[in-house]
């Protein structure tokens, strides 16, 4: 089984950016698409973002599109999630998944996966 460590949260004041790292270990990361996804205190789990192993093709929810970016790097077995332009209300532990799902409707784009094995997340908390 792919297991993944998710690093890199930490707390930024409004406006600032983290790159947050997903790292596997034993088996290698260039089969699997993988996804980010995140859940904030009281709240459901919700997709981020997923790129893909094929082509690395990436999808984002509408309240992250433009700000931050996904991207992987085979060689080093890492996945990645620049965020830039970080608000508050994208605090929350972020976890990264092999096997991400994704459904566009038009330009609006949901995030899931089949599964419910986590990794330990990444808290990122945002605030002045």
Do not use: H
Request: hydrophobic share 30%.
């Amino acid at each position: 089984q792919l297991q993944l460590v998710e690093s890199g949260g930490g707390s930024v004041q409004p406006g600032g950016s983290l790159r947050l790292s997903c790292a596997a270990s034993r088996f290698t990361l260039d089969y699997n698409s993988i996804g980010w996804f995140r859940q904030a205190p009281g709240k459901e789990r919700e997709g981020v973002s997923c790129i893909a192993s094929s082509d690395g093709s990436t999808v984002y929810v509408d309240s992250v599109k433009g700000r931050f970016t996904i991207s992987r790097d085979n060689a080093k077995n890492t996945v990645y999630l620049q965020m830039n332009s970080l608000k508050p209300e994208d605090t929350a532990v972020y976890f990264c998944a092999p096997d991400c799902l994704t459904d566009c409707i038009g330009d609006v784009c949901y995030v899931s996966r089949i599964g419910d094995d986590w990794g330990q997340g990444t808290q990122v908390t945002v605030s002045s």
